[in-house]
T-cell receptor, first 114, second 117 residues
Framework: DTEVTQTPKHLVMGMTNKKSLKCEQH?????MYWYKQKAKKPPELMFV???????INESVPSRFSPECPNSSLLNLHLHALQPEDSALYLC?????????????FGPGTRLTVT | KNQVEQSPQSLIILEGKNCTLQ??????????LRWYKQDTGRGPVSLTI?????NTKSNGRYTATLDADTKQSSLHITASQLSDSASYIC????????????????FGQGTILTVHP
């Protein structure tokens, strides 16, 4: 199974709402990632979890809060977002470590902030 | 500053024809280079991954080359199909201090390929 799943596929939320994006993989990968992708732009790295610990935070605003409950799950909690946060949010996973392991991407969650 | 530049920005070809996409990078220290295919609204799917010592790698009709001296890579698609229509993204990974390579990817802007019947 080389699949990364993400839910929901689409999400519309107001600026005062609190919502969460979910990501799951069962490949035994120990590194998981959140990316943000605007239309016609490449993905931008937001967070990296390695062995369930946050190892990279690319200066993301605090209205985005990641969580890694276990080695298979990755959440992104959203609160007080702005319309410019509307984007495709991609989750990815890899074996991690020092070798050039491939990152497997999920299908993404299309987020619209109204 | 680490950068990845791709050309052309967009390309239109007829079904059955071949094409080559280009990628130049200035990422240092270099770890590996990947080519991804991304359909609209979907996550990227890996086509190839190459380290410093690899010059070429194939995956079906996709063949990637890497020249680590000139910091250039190409992706050649043979006998194109309608399903090849997508964005092709060149991604270069840099080493973090301590030798770990995960996470720090520099993405190119992508080449949008359209295959017409």
């Amino acid at each position: 199974d080389t699949e990364v799943t993400q839910t929901p596929k689409h999400l519309v939320m107001g600026m005062t709402n609190k919502k969460s994006l979910k990501c799951e993989q069962h490949m035994g990968h120990r590194a998981m990632y959140w990316y943000k992708q605007k239309a016609k732009k490449p993905p931008e790295l937001m967070f990296v979890y390695s062995y369930e610990k946050l190892s990279i935070n690319e200066s993301v605003p605090s209205r985005f809060s990641p969580e890694c409950p276990n080695s298979s799950l990755l959440n992104l909690h959203l609160h007080a977002l702005q319309p410019e946060d509307s984007a495709l949010y991609l989750c990815a996973s890899s074996q991690g470590g020092s070798a050039p392991y491939e990152q497997y991407f999920g299908p993404g969650t299309r987020l619209t902030v109204t | 500053k680490n950068q990845v530049e791709q050309s052309p920005q967009s390309l239109i070809i007829l079904e059955g024809k071949n094409c080559t996409l280009q990628c130049n990078y200035t990422v240092s220290p270099f770890s590996n280079l990947r080519w991804y295919k991304q359909d609209t609204g979907r996550g990227p799917v890996s086509l190839t991954i190459m380290t410093f010592s690899e010059n070429t790698k194939s995956n079906g009709r996709y063949t990637a080359t890497l020249d680590a001296d000139t910091k250039q890579s190409s992706l050649h698609i043979t006998a194109s199909q309608l399903s090849d229509s997508a964005s092709y993204i060149c991604v270069v990974s840099a080493l973090y201090a301590g030798g770990t390579s995960y996470g720090k990817l520099t993405f190119g802007q992508g080449t949008i390929l359209t295959v017409h019947p």
